[in-house]
C-alpha cells in the first residue's frame, strides 16, 4: 500500500512539475497556443505523426494578423515564434546584438565534443565571430573558381553513372549526396572518394553524423523537461568512432598535402596556413574542417536533390533552362566558373527551389540580452535573457501574402530580391548568415547545368504524388524520396 501511496504522490508531482509554468503567457497577455501535458505544443511531431513544421504552420496562421508573434510550449518551456516580418529582420539584423546566440548551442559541451569546438554556428558569446571570421576567408571566390576544374571531373562522373545505370530510377537526395560527398572529399581533402560508384566510408559516416541515434534525442528531451541538468551532463553527440574516423581522415589529408608539397589555394591549403599561424591544435582544425563538412554536404544536398525535383516536375521551367545553358555552350564552348555565376535563369531557379525547399524549416536563436519589441502597434513586450525565439522560414516563404501562388514554382518571381524583407531567408540573414550558402549555391548550379543539358528528367512513379517532410528528420527531407527518371538529350554523347 505505501508504494503505492509514494508512486501515486510521484506521479501528482511530476504531472503538476510539467503543467506548473503553462499560464505563463496567459499571465503576460501574449496570445499563445494552449498546451498538452508532457508534450507541450507539440504532440503530433513528438509523437512522428507529422513533421515539425507542419505545428508551426498551425500557430502560424491562427495568430497571423493577431500580434507579431505568440507564444508556444516546447514541453514544458515557453518559447516565442515570430509572425511578422518586420520583426524578423529587428531580431536577424538591427537587433542582432540581442540575439546573439543560437539556441542549439546550449546542449553541446566543447570539451566532450571537440570537432563542434570552433563551429561557428554552436559558439556562444563572442568566440563566433572569432570563429567565423577564420571560416569565411576559406569561402572566397578565388578559392570557389580554384576548385571548378575538379567540380566539373565529378560532374562529369556522376554523368557517366548515370548513363550505366539509364534504365533505372534515382533517388535524386541519394545521387545529390554522393555527388557532394565527392566534391567535399576531392575539392576540400584532396581525397579520391569514389562516392559516386558505390559504398564508401566518408558517405557511411556523414550520414551518422548528420542523423542523431536515440539516445541522443532521448538525452535532448530529458534536458528540455529539466533543464537544470543539462550543463552538469558530459554528453557525448558523436560516436567515438565517428569522431576518430573523422580525425584520422583529416590528419591523413593534411599529411599527404606536405608530402606531395602541394599548393592548391583552395579549402584545405587555407586551414593548413591557418594552423600554423595561429597554432591551432589538431582538433581544432578538425573542427573546422568538419564544420564545412557536415554543413556543407547537407545543405548542398538538399538544394540540389529538390531543383532536380522541381525541374522534373515543371517541364516548361526545364526547357527554358536547358535553352540558356545551350546558349551559352554556343557562345563560349564551355561552362567556366564565371559563365556559370551569369546565367541569370540558373539564379532564378535555384532561389526559387530555396524558397519552397529551404533545408532547414525554421531558424531558432536565444535572447542573450533583454530586449522590449512590439507585440501588437501600441503595445510592447520585454522579451527577457535565455527567452529562445523561432523564426518559422518555411510559413514565411510559402505566405500567399508575400508570394501570389505560393506553392508553385516561379522562378520568374525573383524570390531572393525579397531577402531584405523579413520573408525569405533560407540560409538566415545578418551577421550569423550560413557561411557555406557561395559554396552550396556554385556545388549546386554546376551539377543541375551537367544534368539538365545533357539528360530529360521527369518524375518517377515511386516518388509519392503529395510530398510531405518525413516527420523522422530534423531537415527538409521528403518521405520516401524523390525519385527521378533520366532521358538523353543527345544520343550521341553516350557512343562518343
Same mark, same amino acid.
Given at each position: 500500500?505505501?508504494?503505492?501511496?509514494?508512486?501515486?504522490?510521484?506521479?501528482?508531482?511530476?504531472?503538476?512539475?510539467?503543467?506548473?509554468?503553462?499560464?505563463?503567457?496567459?499571465?503576460?497577455?501574449?496570445?499563445?497556443?494552449?498546451?498538452?501535458?508532457?508534450?507541450?505544443?507539440?504532440?503530433?511531431?513528438?509523437?512522428?505523426?507529422?513533421?515539425?513544421?507542419?505545428? *508551426?504552420?498551425?500557430?502560424?496562421?491562427? *495568430?497571423?494578423?493577431?500580434?507579431?508573434?505568440?507564444?508556444?510550449?516546447?514541453?514544458?518551456?515557453?518559447?516565442?515564434?515570430?509572425?511578422?516580418?518586420?520583426?524578423?529582420?529587428?531580431?536577424?539584423?538591427?537587433?542582432?546584438?540581442?540575439?546573439?546566440?543560437?539556441?542549439?548551442?546550449?546542449?553541446?559541451?566543447?570539451?566532450?565534443?571537440?570537432?563542434?569546438?570552433?563551429?561557428?554556428?554552436?559558439?556562444?558569446?563572442?568566440?563566433?565571430?572569432?570563429?567565423?571570421?577564420?571560416?569565411?576567408?576559406?569561402?572566397?571566390?578565388?578559392?570557389?573558381?580554384?576548385?571548378?576544374?575538379?567540380?566539373?571531373?565529378? $560532374?562529369?562522373?556522376?554523368?557517366?553513372?548515370?548513363?550505366?545505370?539509364?534504365?533505372?530510377?534515382?533517388?535524386?537526395?541519394?545521387?545529390?549526396?554522393?555527388?557532394?560527398?565527392?566534391?567535399?572529399?576531392? $575539392? %576540400?581533402?584532396?581525397?579520391?572518394?569514389?562516392?559516386?560508384?558505390?559504398?564508401?566510408?566518408?558517405?557511411?559516416?556523414?550520414?551518422?553524423?548528420?542523423?542523431?541515434?536515440?539516445?541522443?534525442?532521448? *538525452?535532448?528531451?530529458?534536458?528540455?523537461?529539466?533543464?537544470?541538468?543539462?550543463?552538469?551532463?558530459?554528453?557525448?553527440?558523436?560516436?567515438?568512432?565517428?569522431?576518430?574516423?573523422?580525425?584520422?581522415?583529416?590528419?591523413?589529408?593534411?599529411?599527404?598535402?606536405?608530402?606531395?608539397?602541394?599548393?592548391?589555394?583552395?579549402?584545405?591549403?587555407?586551414?593548413?596556413?591557418?594552423?600554423?599561424?595561429?597554432?591551432?591544435?589538431?582538433?581544432?582544425?578538425?573542427?573546422?574542417?568538419?564544420?564545412?563538412?557536415?554543413?556543407?554536404?547537407?545543405?548542398?544536398?538538399?538544394?540540389?536533390?529538390?531543383?532536380?525535383?522541381?525541374?522534373?516536375?515543371?517541364?516548361?521551367?526545364?526547357?527554358?533552362?536547358?535553352?540558356?545553358?545551350?546558349?551559352?555552350?554556343?557562345?563560349?564552348?564551355?561552362?567556366?566558373?564565371?559563365?556559370?555565376?551569369?546565367?541569370?535563369?540558373?539564379?532564378?531557379?535555384?532561389?526559387?527551389?530555396?524558397?519552397?525547399?529551404?533545408?532547414?524549416?525554421?531558424?531558432?536563436?536565444?535572447?542573450?540580452?533583454?530586449?522590449?519589441?512590439?507585440?501588437?502597434?501600441?503595445?510592447?513586450?520585454?522579451?527577457?535573457?535565455?527567452?529562445? %525565439?523561432?523564426?518559422?522560414?518555411?510559413?514565411?516563404?510559402?505566405?500567399?501574402?508575400?508570394?501570389?501562388?505560393?506553392?508553385? *514554382?516561379?522562378?520568374?518571381?525573383?524570390?531572393?530580391?525579397?531577402?531584405?524583407?523579413?520573408?525569405?531567408?533560407?540560409?538566415?540573414?545578418?551577421?550569423?548568415?550560413?557561411?557555406?550558402?557561395?559554396?552550396?549555391?556554385?556545388?549546386?548550379?554546376?551539377?543541375?547545368?551537367?544534368?539538365?543539358?545533357?539528360?530529360?528528367?521527369?518524375?518517377?512513379?515511386?516518388?509519392?504524388?503529395?510530398?510531405?517532410?518525413?516527420?523522422?528528420?530534423?531537415?527538409?527531407?521528403?518521405?520516401?524520396?524523390?525519385?527521378?527518371?533520366?532521358?538523353?538529350?543527345?544520343?550521341?554523347?553516350?557512343?562518343?
Amino acid at each position: 500500500m505505501f508504494v503505492i501511496f509514494v508512486a501515486l504522490t510521484i506521479s501528482v508531482l511530476i504531472y503538476h512539475y510539467l503543467r506548473w509554468n503553462y499560464d505563463y503567457w496567459k499571465a503576460r497577455g501574449v496570445p499563445y497556443e494552449k498546451p498538452v501535458v508532457y508534450f507541450g505544443n507539440f504532440k503530433e511531431s513528438m509523437m512522428r505523426k507529422r513533421h515539425v513544421s507542419e505545428d *508551426f504552420s498551425q500557430f502560424y496562421y491562427k *495568430f497571423k494578423g493577431t500580434a507579431n508573434f505568440c507564444g508556444i510550449f516546447q514541453m514544458r518551456e515557453p518559447r516565442i515564434m515570430i509572425i511578422n516580418p518586420s520583426l524578423v529582420n529587428e531580431i536577424l539584423i538591427n537587433k542582432f546584438h540581442h540575439f546573439k546566440d543560437n539556441e542549439f548551442s546550449k546542449i553541446f559541451n566543447p570539451k566532450v565534443d571537440p570537432l563542434f569546438k570552433r563551429n561557428p554556428f554552436l559558439a556562444r558569446g563572442d568566440t563566433w565571430i572569432e570563429y567565423r571570421s577564420e571560416i569565411a576567408t576559406a569561402f572566397s571566390s578565388q578559392r570557389m573558381r580554384s576548385m571548378f576544374p575538379i567540380m566539373e571531373l565529378i $560532374c562529369e562522373k556522376m554523368y557517366i553513372q548515370i548513363i550505366s545505370h539509364i534504365k533505372h530510377p534515382f533517388e535524386a537526395r541519394e545521387l545529390a549526396l554522393r555527388y557532394t560527398a565527392d566534391i567535399v572529399g576531392n $575539392c %576540400i581533402f584532396n581525397i579520391e572518394t569514389d562516392c559516386l560508384s558505390g559504398d564508401c566510408d566518408i558517405r557511411n559516416m556523414s550520414k551518422r553524423l548528420s542523423s542523431p541515434p536515440m539516445r541522443t534525442i532521448f *538525452f535532448m528531451i530529458f534536458t528540455e523537461i529539466f533543464p537544470a541538468f543539462r550543463s552538469h551532463l558530459p554528453f557525448k553527440f558523436i560516436a567515438s568512432d565517428v569522431e576518430t574516423f573523422f580525425l584520422n581522415f583529416f590528419e591523413r589529408s593534411m599529411r599527404r598535402r606536405k608530402q606531395n608539397r602541394l599548393q592548391l589555394n583552395d579549402f584545405l591549403d587555407y586551414v593548413i596556413s591557418l594552423r600554423e599561424r595561429k597554432r591551432l591544435s589538431h582538433e581544432d582544425v578538425a573542427g573546422h574542417l568538419t564544420t564545412f563538412f557536415s554543413d556543407g554536404l547537407e545543405t548542398t544536398s538538399l538544394l540540389l536533390a529538390h531543383t532536380l525535383y522541381e525541374l522534373a516536375n515543371n517541364e516548361s521551367v526545364q526547357n527554358k533552362l536547358r535553352g540558356e545553358i545551350e546558349r551559352y555552350v554556343e557562345l563560349y564552348d564551355e561552362i567556366s566558373y564565371e559563365i556559370l555565376n551569369e546565367m541569370s535563369y540558373l539564379e532564378l531557379v535555384i532561389n526559387e527551389t530555396l524558397r519552397l525547399h529551404p533545408p532547414f524549416t525554421l531558424i531558432s536563436k536565444e535572447c542573450t540580452s533583454d530586449i522590449e519589441v512590439e507585440l501588437r502597434e501600441g503595445q510592447k513586450y520585454l522579451i527577457q535573457k535565455g527567452m529562445n %525565439i523561432y523564426i518559422p522560414l518555411y510559413q514565411l516563404q510559402t505566405d500567399p501574402e508575400y508570394f501570389p501562388k505560393p506553392k508553385e *514554382f516561379i522562378p520568374e518571381r525573383c524570390a531572393k530580391a525579397f531577402s531584405s524583407k523579413g520573408f525569405y531567408l533560407p540560409f538566415g540573414n545578418g551577421a550569423r548568415q550560413c557561411l557555406g550558402m557561395k559554396f552550396a549555391s556554385i556545388t549546386c548550379k554546376a551539377a543541375v547545368v551537367e544534368l539538365v543539358r545533357n539528360f530529360k528528367i521527369s518524375i518517377n512513379n515511386r516518388t509519392n504524388e503529395n510530398l510531405v517532410i518525413d516527420p523522422n528528420e530534423f531537415l527538409n527531407i521528403k518521405k520516401g524520396g524523390l525519385w527521378l527518371d533520366f532521358r538523353p538529350v543527345h544520343m550521341f554523347k553516350i557512343c562518343g
